[in-house]
């Protein structure tokens, strides 16, 4: 059974970086075809696309956001990390953390959330 | 606004059957990248619903169903329930943006 949950600060300033968590159960990213992604959805918004990890270490980011976002992964730890420079209030949102599997562009099981606000 | 187009809400009586669209371009849905859909109810993990425009997970009821055609697809649910009222979101890969594409969601009222 594969379970995923976000961790993080639910309150960041704006011009601060945040980092966020992801720890999940069920497989593993030193597996081929496993991969992990971020997306977001601001309050009353829809879902964006944020980065994903694969297992051997490829990167893929929203272009929009590129400049802004660092996704790593630490297989021992069964864990990938997000993190995003520069917050703003516009980047207030629940932050997902979701699986893929290669073959499928999409992603098939998800995180519960974490609501981030950016406010001083 | 969204790559992908979805209506706002649409609305059915427990039983009836309802429909929501999901509309895209040449360079996500007919460009041939597949469509999936996920339910969201608040507090909860978003749900895959379908997958790669037809196929259903494990678990899913088969009164949900995906089709798609040209640069549009759609999500079919038959014999409404109340347990069904919730937001709905497409999604599928645009290759101009070199990324995963969410449509705008649909919020589905069980009247």
């Known amino acids: 059974q594969i379970t995923l949950k976000e961790s993080g600060p639910t309150l960041v300033k704006p011009t601060q970086t945040l980092t966020l968590t992801c720890t999940f159960s069920?497989?593993?990213?030193?597996?081929?075809?496993?991969?992990v992604g971020w997306i977001r959805q601001p309050p009353g918004k829809t879902l964006e696309w944020l980065a994903v990890?694969?297992?051997?270490?490829?990167?893929r980011y929203s272009p929009s956001l590129r400049s802004r976002l660092t996704i790593t992964k630490d297989t021992s730890k069964n864990q990938v990390v997000l993190t995003m420079t520069n917050m703003d209030p516009v980047d207030t949102a629940t932050y997902y953390c979701?699986?893929?599997?290669?073959?499928?562009?999409?992603?098939?099981?998800w995180g519960q959330g974490t609501l981030v606000t950016v406010s001083s | 606004q969204s790559v992908l187009t979805q209506p706002p809400s649409v609305s059915g009586a427990p039983g009836q059957r309802v429909t929501i669209s999901c509309t895209g371009s040449s360079s996500n849905i007919g460009a041939d990248f597949d469509v999936h859909w996920f339910q969201l109810l608040p507090g909860t993990a978003p749900k895959l619903l379908i997958y790669g425009n037809t196929n259903r997970p494990s678990g899913v009821p088969d009164r949900f169903s995906g089709s798609k055609s040209g640069t549009s697809a759609s999500l079919a649910i038959t014999g409404l329930q109340a347990e069904d009222e919730a937001d709905y979101y497409c999604q599928s890969y645009d290759s101009s943006l070199s990324g995963w594409v969410f449509g705008g969601g649909t919020k589905l009222t069980v009247l």
């Open positions: 990890i694969h297992w051997n270490d490829d990167k």
């Open positions: 069920g497989f593993s990213l030193s597996t081929s075809g496993m991969g």
């Open positions: 979701a699986h893929r599997k290669l073959g499928i562009l999409t992603f098939d099981y």
